[in-house]
């Protein structure tokens, strides 16, 4: 079992001069339980399935496993989601660190998040300053829910 630790922030300047590649992502969530979720995308040509455990309390840890299935397995498999996110995730060395910010289309237009992975919770990391406010936690911002109650909806934003 992998444990996935990362922590999650909004953007508040311009990252892309730091920028070493992009994807474009769909993604969808096919199957939930109170303690698993389901996860389908394709990344460009290729195609996963994720299936991702309840986040601690802090919701910076959760077991996570992921597969790489055939791209075209997994757009069949989309269509059984219950809707899909779509973003370009753009990946961003700093340091010994890689930070992944995705810039969300759609219901979502607007919404830019940047995660970075930890080894641990406790994990030093660099601060550059383009990240903005700390959203680790906020379930408001976990792609799951954002297909529930999209960001364009928020009344406070």
Same mark, same amino acid.
Request: overall charge negative; charged content about 35%.
């Given at each position: 079992?992998?444990?996935?630790?990362?922590?999650?922030?909004?953007?508040?300047?311009?990252?892309?001069?730091?920028?070493?590649?992009?994807?474009?992502?769909?993604? +969808?969530?096919?199957?939930?339980?109170? %303690?698993?979720?389901?996860?389908?995308?394709?990344?460009?040509?290729?195609?996963?399935? *994720?299936?991702?455990?309840?986040?601690?309390?802090?919701?910076?840890?959760?077991? %996570?496993?992921?597969?790489?299935?055939? $791209?075209? %397995?997994?757009?069949?498999?989309?269509?059984?989601?219950?809707? *899909?996110?779509?973003?370009?995730?753009?990946? $961003?060395?700093?340091?010994?660190?890689?930070?992944?910010?995705?810039?969300?289309? +759609?219901?979502?237009?607007?919404? $830019?998040?940047?995660? $970075?992975?930890? *080894?641990?919770?406790?994990?030093?990391?660099?601060?550059?300053?383009?990240? +903005?406010?700390?959203?680790?936690?906020?379930?408001?911002?976990?792609?799951?829910?954002?297909?529930?109650?999209?960001?364009? *909806?928020?009344?406070?934003?």
């Amino acid at each position: 079992m992998k444990k996935e630790i990362e922590r999650k922030f909004l953007i508040k300047g311009d990252f892309m001069p730091y920028v070493s590649s992009a994807t474009r992502i769909e993604q +969808g969530y096919v199957a939930k339980s109170d %303690e698993l979720t389901l996860r389908i995308r394709t990344r460009d040509d290729k195609g996963f399935l *994720t299936i991702k455990g309840r986040s601690n309390a802090l919701g910076m840890s959760r077991s %996570e496993w992921e597969y790489e299935i055939p $791209v075209e %397995e997994a757009r069949e498999l989309l269509k059984y989601s219950r809707g *899909t996110i779509s973003k370009t995730r753009y990946i $961003v060395p700093v340091g010994e660190h890689i930070f992944e910010i995705d810039r969300f289309y +759609g219901a979502n237009e607007g919404l $830019v998040i940047a995660e $970075v992975e930890l *080894t641990s919770e406790d994990e030093e990391y660099p601060h550059p300053e383009w990240l +903005g406010e700390e959203v680790t936690g906020d379930r408001r911002y976990y792609n799951s829910q954002l297909l529930k109650h999209p960001f364009t *909806t928020w009344e406070n934003r």
